[in-house]
C-alpha cells in the first residue's frame, strides 16, 4: 500500500487515488465511483466485479479467464488486453466520455448479473450438478 501511495505521489495523483484496505462500506465507496476498473492478472472471479456490476457500474477489466467468464466485452464491460495499462486508461476515458456507452455498459451489467444471481437460476444449476454426480456414482 505505501508504495502505491507513494507512486501516486510522484505521478501527481495522490489526491485522486484512494488506497484503502478491507472496509464493510463498500456500498458508500462504490456509489462514489464512476466507472470500475479491474486489473487483476489471476484467474479467479473477485466478488467485487459482481458487486459493482449489480450497482451499475460500467468496468473495465483485464481480460483474463476469470474476466471473460463473467464480462462480455463490449456488452457488459469492457475487456483490455492484460499487461497494457494505457489501453486501461484509454477505455477509462472512452466509457466517461461516451455517456450512453456507459449506461449501456451499466444496465447490461445489471441485468446480467441480477440473472446469474437469480435463485431459480442457482437451483437448476446445482439440480445439474446432483444429477451429473448421481449418475456417475
Known sequence: KSGL????KELKIG????????????????????IFVISLYYK??????GEAMVMKKAVVAAAVVGMKKILISGESGLLIKPDNSLAIVSACLW???????????????????????????????IKILYFNFVSKA
Not at 501511495?5 to 501516486?8: L, R, S
Not at 479467479?44 to 466485479?49: E, K, N
Open 95 to 125: 466509457v466517461l466520455s461516451n455517456h450512453n456507452m456507459k449506461n449501456r455498459l451499466e444496465k447490461i451489467a445489471r441485468e446480467r448479473m441480477k440473472a446469474e444471481l437469480d435463485i431459480r437460476t442457482s437451483i437448476d444449476r
Open 5 to 8: 501511495e507513494t507512486q501516486a
Open 15 to 34: 489526491s485522486e487515488a484512494i488506497f484503502r484496505c478491507f472496509r464493510n462500506d463498500e456500498i458508500d465507496n462504490m456509489n462514489c465511483f464512476d
Open 44 to 49: 479467479g472471479i473477485p466478488m467485487v466485479l
